[in-house]
């Protein structure tokens, strides 16, 4: 399995961006799919989370109705919408693929792990 994560980018406080990632090697609608980010001196976070069918998502409290995680089966393809971004939000942003896991909020759960883009929020 491989994911390959992109869109990252920098952009000013209050703009938004759409981060892809597609897994590719493995029948996508298998996995459950997570966002994490990890900011320089900081420890790797959750940010968002979908179910294979895309019909359950959780959000960490600091994204929460800023951010939108969906998945797009046919293409193989799980996105996160983020807008009204803030300066703290800067980090790199991991998508990671849980197969017989949860998946959800704990990092142990997944399998599979992408290269990270980089999003950068100035003031």
């Known amino acids: 399995v491989q994911l390959q994560a992109s869109g990252g980018g920098l952009v000013q406080a209050g703009d938004s961006l759409r981060l892809s990632c597609t897994l590719s090697g493995r029948t996508f609608s298998w996995y459950h799919m997570g966002w994490f980010r990890q900011a320089p001196g900081k420890e790797r976070e959750s940010v968002a989370a979908i179910t294979r069918g895309g019909g359950s998502t959780s959000y960490a409290d600091s994204v929460k109705d800023r951010f939108t995680v969906s998945r797009d089966n046919a293409k193989n393809t799980v996105y996160l919408q983020m807008n009204r971004l803030k300066p703290e939000d800067t980090a790199v942003y991991y998508c990671?693929?849980?197969?017989?896991?949860?998946?959800?909020?704990?990092?142990?759960?997944?399998?599979?792990w992408g290269q990270g883009t980089l999003v950068t929020v100035s003031s």
């Open positions: 990671a693929a849980a197969r017989f896991n949860s998946g959800g909020s704990t990092a142990s759960s997944y399998d599979y």
